[in-house]
């Protein structure tokens, strides 16, 4: 049991013994996590410098948010919002946002793909597919460098057996024969989970075609050797791919329609895509070859699971979506945040190519997204953090015992240097001692 959770019953049987005879087996087994929330609400109270914690878009110490979506905040009329949206999403919804996937995934061509469920948030599409697919003992494989929420959705409270494949080869890029090992290591059960989620957080690295088309490869073979393969593809950050070498679509294209034995589900939506993190509003979308004639079934199964946890999606949302995206201003102002975030990325990657830093830490290699990350060298990544945000008011994530992750997304570009040279500047008086 975590710590964490032990904590907490030690405090309800102390003050409330019969909730403990009450709980059940997963009411025992839940905690709060620390980590990224932890961290990020303190460098809330102690970063009165630079806030580089918060996984949102900021801009000038405000939300960024498109005005197709805030312009309707005092126009929305009561029928559009207020009734309840179906379980698996509003049917305008679904459709336009099917019809977004294959704009921004040309080379899905005609797959076929089933149309997307409405979930509130990438979250709860998350635990939507971890209550359709997992069982208690089943092996749900991550990449080494992961968004610990992973762990309490699929093995907190479904009993996944959490695996990792290593993410990076740094200096290459994806450690592909890491990730050909790790599958083939655990693909004897006949049954593999495994999650890809690119841009990454924490790194913020995102895979080049050969790199998508090597993962393909591996999960064809894993296929053909007998074993069913369900991929899920957080997209979380679809879009923000900085580079020109970086694929510029989902891995989901390539996967969709890859093998029998492969069920790809695509998980994306408004939080990051649309800088519309509150509204809750995502979307998961199936594709396995040869198997259209199930989506439907499949569908109205993930309707049933989100019927039985949350009933419903809230319509308000996907109302402003919808309108957003009718909005022919829309992409306009997507491309705008686009490029102040890129713009963050070049600043931090021309600053961080200065020698100077080599002393202090190895840069994982990063391309895409809201993040980078650092190894920090012979230093304890949390002692750092404490010491960057009590004496400089800096605040960042630790991520591992050697890993610091930061926030670009939260940085304006004008502070990005300093950022760096604080950052440098303690590590490298801790180092001293
Ligand atoms: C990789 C990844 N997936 C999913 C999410 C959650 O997205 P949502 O806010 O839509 O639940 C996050 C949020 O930080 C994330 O970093």
Not at 164 to 180: A, H, S
Request: aromatic share 8%.
């Amino acid at each position: 049991m975590n710590p964490l959770a032990v904590e907490l019953n030690q405090t309800i049987e102390r003050e409330a013994p019969a909730i403990m005879r009450m709980l059940s087996d997963l009411g025992r087994e839940l905690y709060f996590p620390k980590g990224i929330l932890t961290q990020t609400a303190e460098a809330n109270q102690k970063a009165h410098r630079f806030n580089a914690t918060i996984g949102e878009a900021r801009e000038a110490g405000k939300s960024m948010g498109l005005d197709a979506i805030l312009c309707h905040f005092s126009d929305l009329k009561a029928d559009d919002v207020l009734p309840y949206a179906s379980s698996a999403g509003r049917a305008d919804m679904r459709k336009a946002w099917q019809a977004e996937i294959r704009a921004k995934n040309p080379s899905l061509g005609d797959t076929p793909i089933s149309l997307p469920v409405v979930t509130s948030g990438i979250t709860h599409g998350l635990s939507t597919i971890a209550d359709m697919f997992v069982d208690e003992g089943d092996v749900v494989l991550f990449p080494d460098k992961l968004w610990g929420n992973y762990l309490l959705v699929f093995s907190v409270k479904r009993g996944a057996k959490a695996g990792r494949y290593p993410l990076l080869d740094i200096g290459k890029g994806l450690d592909v024969e890491g990730l050909r090992k790790a599958i083939a290591d655990n693909a004897a059960k006949g049954k593999l989970i495994v999650l890809f989620n690119f841009p990454n957080n924490p790194t913020g690295y995102s895979i080049t075609e050969a790199e998508a088309d090597a993962i393909r490869d591996i999960l064809v073979a894993t296929a053909e050797g007998g074993c069913d393969v369900v991929a899920l593809c957080d997209d979380a950050y679809f879009g923000l791919f900085f580079d020109e070498e970086v694929m510029k679509e989902s891995l989901f294209t390539k996967l969709a329609d890859a093998h029998e034995r492969i069920l790809a589900v695509k998980l994306d939506g408004a939080s990051k895509e649309d800088f519309a993190w509150g509204l809750r509003l995502a979307f998961m979308t199936y594709g396995i070859k040869g198997g259209q004639g199930a989506y439907e079934a499949l569908e109205k199964k993930t309707g049933g699971c989100i019927r039985g946890t949350i009933s419903n999606s809230p319509n308000v949302s996907q109302e402003l979506l919808m309108r957003a995206l009718k909005d022919p201003d829309y992409a306009a102002q997507k491309a705008e945040k686009f490029e102040v975030l890129k713009r963050r990325a070049t600043i931090a990657r021309n600053t961080l190519a200065d020698p100077k830093f080599a002393e202090a830490w190895t840069l994982y290699p990063f391309n895409s997204g809201y993040f980078m990350c650092v190894k920090m060298h012979g230093l304890d990544a949390e002692a750092y953090r404490q010491k960057l945000l009590n004496d400089y008011g800096v605040g960042v994530i630790s991520t591992s015992d050697t890993d610091i992750r930061v926030a670009h997304s939260s940085v304006d570009e004008a502070d990005i240097p300093a950022l760096y040279d604080v950052m440098l500047e303690c590590a490298l008086e801790m180092r001293k001692g």
